[in-house]
């Protein structure tokens, strides 16, 4: 990201925010194994087929999903696998803080004993 002009780093940033929605990464594992629709989704998520579409959309504009009408149905595919990489990633990260954390919350709970 360095010496980035402010446009790019507006697009990163929007990027992010997409990626900052759990309903959102949820439908992304749930296309993980392969397309969906979105009656689908919406049943496996537990959302109104609405709220879904609407989720959809904005991963769609920001090229991490794809989709096909197909007669009434409109079927969604992962448009960028990278986003499965960058999400490994950032759950390791989180996961190395819960570890780095349970390891000082069990030395001060030693002390106290």
Known sequence: ?????????????????????????????LLRAGERNVGDLALACGFTPANISRHL???TK????????RGTSVYYRIADESVYQLCDLVCGNIARLYERAQKRHTVFAREGD
């Open 1 to 29: 990201m360095e010496n980035m002009p402010q446009e790019a780093l507006e697009e990163v940033a929007a990027y992010f925010q997409v990626l900052s929605e759990p309903t959102r990464l949820q439908l992304l594992n």
């Open 57 to 59: 959309s904005h991963l």
């Open 62 to 69: 920001h090229g991490l999903v794809s989709r096909e009408a």
